[in-house]
């Protein structure tokens, strides 16, 4: 990919720019579980402020409730 390239973010709907692999993405730390996770939820890119989210667990699989 050349360039930067303007995506809109899957969880809160804001567009961000990419720019492939050299993203700002490559450096928050998200784990191997997290972006698993990540691609089976969604089909693209997650915004700077998704992926803080899910690097800091707040945005991960809700455990189901016991009653």
């Known amino acids: 990919m050349r360039g930067p390239v303007e995506k809109v973010c899957e969880e809160c709907r804001q567009p ?28 693209d890119c997650l915004c700077q402020i998704c992926l803080g989210k899910v690097v800091a667990g707040e945005l991960r699989p809700q455990s189901p409730s016991i009653i």
Do not use: K, L, P, S
């Not at 730390?29 to 972006?35: D, F």
């Open 16 to 43: 961000f720019q990419c720019v492939g692999y050299q993203c700002w993405c490559g450096t928050v730390g998200i784990t191997e579980q997290q972006m698993d996770w990540i691609a089976a939820r969604y089909d």
